[in-house]
T-cell receptor, first 116, second 113 residues
Framework: DSGVTQTPKHLITATGQRVTLRCSPR?????VYWYQQSLDQGLQFLIQ???????AKGNILERFSAQQFPDLHSELNLSSLELGDSALYFC???????????????FGPGTRLLVL | QQQVKQSPQSLIVQKGGISIINCAYE??????FPWYQQFPGKGPALLIA?????SEKKEGRFTISFNKSAKQFSLHIMDSQPGDSATYFC????????????FGTGTQLKVEL
């Protein structure tokens, strides 16, 4: 158990809908990362937050947004869902090196999203 | 753009054998190279990591070999066991600007009895 929790574990929804994925980092970790894992794209970095502020951005679609709250949990919002958004979404956390780099990221168990 | 190339895509090794997974990168700004292990239904977990100022790092049965001039690094699993059957990902990150990981495409390892 990494100490990172994600809810829900599974999510089935329809195209055009909006969903929210939730992540609670390990106790004491300030950085939260979101990754998407799909068969064709592999593991792709989406976005990182450090202590409530956006720290780095990957190839995150404009339909997707995220935030980190004062209690450090994070939410990933996916809107106008398309079939291609079906994937595993992982949250990871790390202690939080403001300078970045070389920190172990601890991954949660993921949320499996299926868009029908 | 695939910045970290990983091979092979799948690998079958006999119990007790050596498993070797290779990765190559393009961006010389990368300065941290972790390997992650993922079991079905689980999130990736850090296995071992190396910095470019070191040519080899060993932790138990797992060894990373790093060749900076060739921009390649590899994972060796000695005395492979059925419990090692999992998907392995190499990754790389750039200092500063966060800690985002660029992952390879993964290698599905099966260790047979």
């Amino acid at each position: 158990d990494s100490g990172v929790t994600q809810t829900p574990k599974h999510l089935i929804t329809a195209t055009g809908q909006r969903v929210t994925l939730r992540c609670s980092p390990r106790s004491g970790d300030l950085s939260v990362y979101w990754y998407q894992q799909s068969l064709d794209q592999g593991l792709q970095f989406l976005i990182q937050y450090y202590n409530g502020e956006e720290r780095a951005k990957g190839n995150i679609l404009e339909r997707f947004s995220a935030q980190q709250f004062p209690d450090l949990h994070s939410e990933l919002n996916l809107s106008s869902l398309e079939l291609g958004d079906s994937a595993l979404y992982f949250c990871a956390s790390s202690v939080g090196n403001k300078g970045g780099g070389r920190e172990t990221q601890y991954f949660g168990p993921g949320t499996r999203l299926l868009v029908l | 753009q695939q910045q970290v190339k990983q091979s092979p895509q799948s690998l079958i090794v006999q119990k007790g054998g050596i498993s070797i997974i290779n990765c190559a990168y393009e961006n010389t700004a990368f300065d941290y190279f972790p390997w992650y292990q993922q079991f079905p239904g689980k999130g990736p977990a850090l296995l071992i990591a190396i910095r470019p100022d070191v040519s080899e790092k060993k932790e138990g049965r797992f060894t990373i070999s790093f060749n900076k001039s060739a921009k390649q690094f590899s994972l060796h699993i000695m005395d492979s066991q059925p419990g090692d059957s999992a998907t392995y990902f190499c990754a790389a990150s750039i200092p500063g600007g966060g800690n985002k990981l660029t992952f390879g495409t993964g290698t599905q390892l099966k260790v047979e009895l």
